[in-house]
């Protein structure tokens, strides 16, 4: 009998290092392949090309009973403008596949799109391409971004330093809670329809959920403030799960203060509505689309007041130690993983 072994015992991060140890690049202007936010292309000019893709799928990152097509079709772009702005980079073009099935209309279609021009108009990309196919159930979306960073510019995962300063832009967490929300009032619907959803004051947290907003305005601010990030990634998997790539990859630990976690109110409000801890949702939640990223403490002067920036904590050269400094003073390790 042939061998078989069930994803489940690598999980998201053991499969892609699999995939990973498979692939040997060739190309001379193959600068960066797997391991970051976007591979990284010489372009034989002063600039690098970007190149990352991310999926949406049905059932898996959707759920159409209460996301409306349109910000979908904005949350598709983001996403993926996410991952340049997480390269320092600027985003340019991008290319658009779609699977459906005959459950929707050509109406639903264009309000897909008209989301994703949105988002194209508010990020200054092309749509310039995809491809499109039936799908037996449910729709499959993937945007693949083109980007481009000044070499000396760019930031990558493996490159923080001890002693340097552990940023985050904007807040954290409010993804999830919107989510379990959103999950909550959709249990409540299918039980009675005559309810009507209750999302009065939660307009924060939901749009988190269902229109996350690409950094890009901090990519230009550190620019015009003259500071050049020592690493950086987006936070597409929750805190945790995105520091612990930064220390492994940059060969470092952190230390990271329960009480500098930006977490906005209206995430206090749904955490204690649905006994739901802030924290592990800023942690572990996901889907925030913020940006993680480090800097030389020489920076502090020039990033200390931008209100879109927290300094939550510092790097360190104790790599095992990944660890979080809690309000009653007690460490505890930051653990995490990806999809099971
Ligand atoms: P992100 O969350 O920034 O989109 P991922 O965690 O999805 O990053 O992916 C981490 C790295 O693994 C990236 O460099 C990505 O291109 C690569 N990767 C993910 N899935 C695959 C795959 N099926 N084949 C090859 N590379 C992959
Ligand atoms: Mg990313």
């Known amino acids: 009998m042939e061998a078989r072994t069930e994803i489940s ?172 929300l959103l999950e909550r009032e959709k249990q409540v619907f299918l039980a009675d329809p005559n309810m009507q959803p209750d999302l009065e004051g939660k307009d924060y947290v939901i749009q988190r959920q269902l229109r996350p907003e690409a950094r890009m305005d901090v990519v230009y601010e550190l620019a015009e403030a003259g500071v050049l990030p020592t690493s950086m990634i987006d936070v597409s998997d929750g805190l945790a799960s995105d520091l612990l790539h930064i220390c492994a990859q940059s060969g470092v630990g952190a230390i990271v203060f329960e009480d500098k976690l930006p977490i906005d109110d209206q995430t206090y409000l749904a955490g204690t509505e649905l006994n739901l801890s802030p924290i592990t949702a800023a942690m572990n939640g996901g889907e925030d689309y913020e940006l993680l990223f480090t800097v030389s403490q020489q920076a502090y002067d020039l990033i200390k007041n931008n209100p879109k920036i927290s300094v939550i904590g510092y790097i360190t050269d104790k790599k095992e130690e990944i660890m979080l400094h809690t309000q009653q003073d007690s460490r505890v390790p930051i653990t995490a993983q990806g999809w099971s």
């Open 9 to 180: 015992s690598l999980g998201e991060f053991g499969l892609i290092k699999r995939i990973n140890q498979g692939i040997k690049n060739t190309l001379p202007d193959t600068i960066k392949g797997i391991g970051d936010d976007a591979a990284v292309i010489d372009l034989g000019t002063e600039e690098y090309g970007l190149l990352s893709s991310d999926m949406l799928m049905e059932g898996v990152h959707f759920d159409l009973t209460f996301f409306p097509l349109k910000h979908l079709g904005y949350k598709a772009i983001s996403i993926n403008v996410s991952d340049i702005a997480a390269m320092n980079g600027t985003p340019r073009q991008v290319t658009v596949n779609l699977a459906l099935s005959n459950r929707f209309s050509v109406e639903a279609i264009d309000e897909l799109y008209e989301g994703m021009k949105t988002a194209c108009a508010d990020f200054n990309v092309d749509l310039v391409g995809g491809d499109t196919s039936s799908s037996l159930s449910g729709l499959f979306i993937s945007v693949s971004v083109f980007g481009k960073v000044q070499k000396d510019k760019i930031a990558y995962r493996n490159t923080a330093k001890p002693h340097d300063l552990l940023c985050v832009t904007g807040d954290l967490g409010g993804a999830y809670m919107g989510l379990q």
